[in-house]
């Protein structure tokens, strides 16, 4: 059965940078997408970025744009978010996301998801 794990969540400083990994298990091929999604207490979930296999297409929310880097290792089935210039706003649970569609950043088209790793900027 597939499964995503998270890894690289914690807390720093506002100004701060952390990278976020996401390894996939149990799936032999190359998902079309992969990306990152964020959610706070009250909100929807949001898109943070995502990415594409072979063409290597990139999306991202507006707010983190300029800020988040995307990257994929399709060798591996794993997902990366590079973080810089962290706000208190980014501060959320994330999630990693995949499809074996070309999703873009939309939820309702992700079949696996991850259980989530928190990240915390204070100011």
């Known amino acids: 059965q597939v499964q995503l794990v998270e890894s690289g969540g914690g807390s720093v400083q506002a100004g701060g940078s952390l990278r976020l990994s996401c390894t996939a298990s149990?799936?032999?091929?190359?998902?079309?997408?992969m990306g990152w999604f964020r959610q706070v207490p009250g909100k929807e979930r949001e898109g943070v970025a995502a990415m594409y296999a072979g063409g290597g297409a990139t999306f991202y929310g507006d707010s983190v744009k300029g800020r988040f880097t995307i990257s994929r290792d399709n060798a591996k089935n794993t997902v990366s978010l590079q973080m810089n210039v962290l706000a208190p706003e980014d501060t959320a649970m994330y999630y990693c996301a995949a499809s074996n569609r070309w999703a873009g950043l939309d939820i309702e088209d992700y079949n696996y998801w991850g259980q989530g790793t928190e990240v915390t900027i204070s100011s």
């Open positions: 149990g799936y032999t091929g190359t998902f079309a997408s």
